[in-house]
Nanobody, 120 residues
């Protein structure tokens, strides 16, 4: 069984910073891309940032220059450092990993989500 456990988030003032972490655990053979998605109030889930095992990254236009995704392959952990937050960043943030679990085909796995609220 595989789990993605997120930490971080909470309430922050506009202009502030928050760091999210997500650790994958369980019977994992290998981890491919890891990323962060978010669901803004009343909207569908959208990609925030994604990172490959080699460190290549891709960001949503709305967060470029403000957010940084990174990962520790040995710890099977992905991070999202968020700066210059504004109220439009208020959302539930979800960790995602495309990984190969023992005795299962590669598949997408999701964290439970963590709320980030930016006050003006």
């Amino acid at each position: 069984q595989v789990h993605l456990v997120e930490s971080g988030g909470g309430l922050v003032q506009a202009g502030g910073s928050v760091r999210l972490s997500c650790a994958a655990s369980g019977s994992i053979v290998s981890v491919n891309a890891m990323g962060w998605y978010r669901r803004l109030p009343g909207k569908q889930r959208e990609l925030v940032a994604i990172i490959t095992p080699g460190g290549s990254t891709n960001y949503a236009e709305s967060v470029k220059g403000r957010f940084t995704i990174s990962r520790d392959n040995a710890k099977k952990t992905v991070y999202l450092q968020m700066h210059s937050l504004n109220p439009e960043d208020t959302a539930v943030y979800y960790c995602n990993a495309y990984l190969h679990a023992l005795r299962l085909p590669p598949n997408d796995y999701w964290g439970q989500g963590t709320q980030v609220t930016v006050s003006s």
